[in-house]
């Protein structure tokens, strides 16, 4: 069981974005900028381009208003996305607030981000979610 698979379960907890019948959506507690979502199929595959087809059209459409509230929630020129899949064995996409194609440098350093700056930017987003 991947620790993705046990976040979607409650086993650990999260900063829960979204979430349906197939994909669950969470802040980053390892962001690179705030705003860092990651979108999980509740299927656990390894591979993002090992998922049924469904599944890959469905993700997208899922991530779409999540990424439009992290345009609205954050000083940002658009929302990036980024799909790396090595440090977790579970596929996943990754939803960044960007102003260059640098901001979607995974080499670079993770920022650090308090308890109460992770609730603020959950309940920012998921306000947006519905405006």
Do not use: W
Not at 3 to 9: H, S
Not at 67 to 78: G, L, P
Request: with cysteine; hydrophobic share 45%; net charge negative.
């Amino acid at each position: 069981m991947s620790i993705f698979t046990k976040i979607i379960k409650g086993e650990i907890p999260s900063y829960l974005i979204a979430q349906d019948d197939l994909f669950y959506a969470f802040l980053d507690i390892f962001p690179l900028v705030k705003g860092h979502v990651l979108v999980v199929p509740k299927m656990e595959v390894d591979n993002l381009f090992d998922l049924p087809d469904e599944y890959l059209e469905k993700m997208l459409a899922f991530a779409r208003p999540i990424a439009k509230s992290i345009e609205k929630s954050f000083d940002c020129n658009r929302c990036g996305i980024s799909v790396i899949g090595l440090e977790v064995p579970h596929a996943h996409m990754h939803l960044l607030p960007i102003n260059s194609a640098d901001d979607l440098n995974f080499t670079r350093p993770k920022i650090s981000v308090t308890k109460e700056e992770m609730e603020s930017m959950q309940v920012l987003i998921v306000k947006n979610l519905s405006v």
